[in-house]
C-alpha cells in the first residue's frame, strides 16, 4: 500500500506556522478525503485541518504544542492503490463500507484547492456543499464525533502568536487563563510577562533596559557586520619600549608640543604610518563582486587612520585623513584635536567616515593585549596594550624594563599570515629602537 505526506497547508491568514492543539484522529483509523484529522491554532483562531487523503493514518509528525511551520509534514497516510477506501469509524456508503469522491474527480482538500474565478462566494458554497455529502456518507460530522467524545471538546480559542506561545511555555504561564488586551483579544508578550510567577517579577525588578540606538546602535551593527563577514586572524607580540618612553619625554618637553599631551600613541601611530608605507596590502579593504566584476582587492593610496575612542555615547573611531605625509608634530596635534573632539562629542560625521586602517589603545585601561574586531571595511587594526614595567632579558641580563604588548588583528582574504606578522614585526621594531623609523621614512 503506498504511503503519501500531507503537509501542512497554507491557511490563509499570512502566518508561517500553527501550533497543533488535538488530533481528531488516531495513528492506525481511517480517514476520508476532507475528514478534519487535526485541530491547530494559529494567531487568529483555531482551525480544523481537513485531509486530502483517504486511506489510513500512518504517522503524525507533530504532537499537541509542538510549532509545525507552513510546508512541513504534518501526516503520512497509506492511500490504496484504488479510490475506493475505508470510510471513518466504521461508517458505510453505498458500496459496502468504501466511500468514493463523489463526481469521481480527484479530491480537492475543502477550502484549500486552487482559486477560481467564481469568488470566494462560490467557493465557500463549494465547501459547504462538499462537506454536507461528506456528513451524508459517513453517516456523521466532525461536530457529532466531538459530541461522542467530550475529551475532543475544543479548549476556547486564545489569539497569540507562535512566539508569545513559546514564552509561555518558558515561562511557565497558563496562556488559556489570560485575557489578551491586543486588538480582537490577542494575547501580546505584555501579557504573558504580566501573568508570571511573582518570584520571576521579584528577580527582574532589578533589571534596567537600555534602549539600543544612536552610536550604540551603529557600533553594534557595525562589529555583528564585521565578525560575520571578514575572516579574521590576531597575532600578538611583546616588545620592549623603554627607548621610546624615553623619547616621549624628550618630545613633550620641546616647545612644538606645547599645549599637547604627548602619549605612546604618537610613536605607535607613526610606526604604523611606517609600516603602511612599507607593505601598502595592509591598509586596504575588500570589494564584493558586482554584476560582472569579480570580487577585488582595493588599495588605498592614502591613509586615513582612525583612532577608536571611548566616548560618552559610545565606542567611535573618527580617523585623520592623509595621515601618511604628517610629520611627528602635526601628527602629535592632529592626535590631540581628534581625540578631544570625540570624547566632548564635536567631532563631525565627515570625520568618522572614510577610514582605511585603525588602532585602539585598550592599555588606557590597564588590559595588557586583546583581540580587536576589525572596523568594516578595512583590512587591519592595531591595538596597543598596557605599558607597565616588566622582567626583561636585554643585553644578556635580566632587567626591569618598560614593556607593551601589540595586536595586529587582519582581513584573512586580504592579509595573509606572513604580512600581518612583518607589519607588527616593523611596528615593534621601531618602538624598541625609535632611530629605525628614521632609517625607514
Known amino acids: 500500500m503506498p504511503r503519501e505526506q500531507f503537509r501542512l497547508p497554507d491557511l490563509g491568514e499570512g502566518l508561517p506556522d500553527a501550533e497543533i492543539v488535538r488530533w481528531l484522529v488516531e495513528v492506525g483509523e481511517?480517514?476520508?478525503?476532507?475528514?478534519?484529522?487535526?485541530?491547530?491554532?494559529?494567531a487568529k483562531a483555531l482551525v480544523e485541518v481537513p485531509s486530502p487523503l483517504a486511506g489510513v493514518l500512518a504517522v503524525r509528525h507533530a504532537e499537541p504544542g509542538d510549532t509545525v511551520e507552513v510546508g512541513r509534514p504534518l501526516v503520512t497516510v497509506d492511500v490504496p492503490a484504488s479510490?475506493?477506501?475505508?470510510?471513518?469509524n466504521?461508517?458505510?456508503?453505498p458500496d459496502q463500507g468504501t466511500v468514493r469522491p463523489p463526481d469521481g474527480r480527484t479530491p480537492v482538500l475543502v477550502g484549500y484547492g486552487p482559486r477560481t474565478s467564481a469568488g470566494p462566494a462560490r467557493a465557500r458554497t463549494r465547501r459547504r456543499a462538499a462537506q454536507t455529502g461528506q456528513a451524508a456518507q459517513t453517516g456523521q460530522t466532525a461536530r457529532t464525533d466531538r459530541s461522542e467524545h467530550p475529551e475532543r471538546r475544543p479548549r476556547p480559542v486564545v489569539l497569540a502568536k507562535p512566539p508569545v506561545r513559546k514564552l509561555a511555555r518558558d515561562l511557565g504561564v497558563d496562556i488559556w487563563r489570560i485575557t489578551g488586551t491586543g486588538p480582537h483579544g490577542t494575547v501580546s508578550r505584555a501579557d504573558v510577562e504580566a501573568a508570571r510567577t511573582p518570584a520571576r517579577e521579584e528577580r527582574d525588578a532589578r533589571v534596567r533596559r537600555i534602549p539600543v540606538t544612536g552610536v550604540r546602535r551603529a557600533t553594534a551593527t557595525a562589529m555583528v557586520t564585521s565578525a560575520y563577514t571578514a575572516p579574521q586572524v590576531t597575532e600578538f607580540v611583546s616588545v620592549d619600549v623603554t627607548e621610546t618612553m624615553a623619547a616621549r619625554?624628550?618630545?613633550a618637553a620641546l616647545p612644538e608640543f606645547a599645549g599637547v599631551k604627548v602619549t605612546a600613541l604618537l610613536f605607535v601611530a607613526k610606526a604604523l604610518l611606517t609600516a603602511v608605507q612599507r607593505h601598502p596590502m595592509i591598509n586596504s579593504c575588500w570589494e564584493e563582486a558586482s554584476g560582472d566584476e569579480p570580487a577585488q582587492i582595493v588599495i588605498h593610496e592614502n591613509v586615513n587612520l582612525g583612532i577608536a575612542v571611548a566616548a560618552p555615547r559610545g565606542l567611535v573611531v573618527p580617523n585623520i585623513?592623509?595621515?601618511?605625509?604628517?610629520?611627528?608634530?602635526a601628527l602629535g596635534h592632529a592626535l590631540y584635536e581628534l581625540t578631544e573632539a570625540a570624547?566632548?562629542?564635536?567631532a563631525t560625521p565627515g570625520a568618522l567616515r572614510g577610514g582605511t586602517i585603525t588602532i585602539t589603545?585598550?592599555?588606557?585601561?590597564?588590559?595588557d593585549t586583546g583581540t580587536p574586531i576589525l572596523n568594516p571595511p578595512e583590512a587591519a587594526i592595531l591595538a596597543l596594550g598596557a605599558i607597565r614595567p616588566m622582567p626583561w632579558v636585554h643585553d644578556g641580563e635580566l632587567a626591569v624594563r618598560t614593556v607593551a604588548q601589540l595586536a595586529l588583528t587582519f582581513d584573512h582574504r586580504i592579509v595573509d599570515g606572513e604580512l600581518g606578522a612583518k607589519v607588527l614585526v616593523d611596528v615593534a621594531r621601531m618602538l624598541a629602537d625609535p632611530a629605525v623609523a628614521l632609517a625607514w621614512i
Request: glycine letters at 16%; zero cysteines.
Open 90 to 93: 466504521g461508517a458505510h456508503g
Open 361 to 367: 589603545n585598550i592599555g588606557v585601561f590597564g588590559i
Open 30 to 42: 481511517p480517514v476520508a478525503v476532507n475528514q478534519p484529522i487535526v485541530e491547530v491554532e494559529t
Open 83 to 88: 479510490t475506493d477506501v475505508p470510510a471513518p
Open 321 to 329: 585623513p592623509d595621515a601618511q605625509g604628517m610629520g611627528m608634530v
Open 343 to 346: 570624547r566632548t562629542g564635536t
Open 249 to 251: 619625554d624628550r618630545l
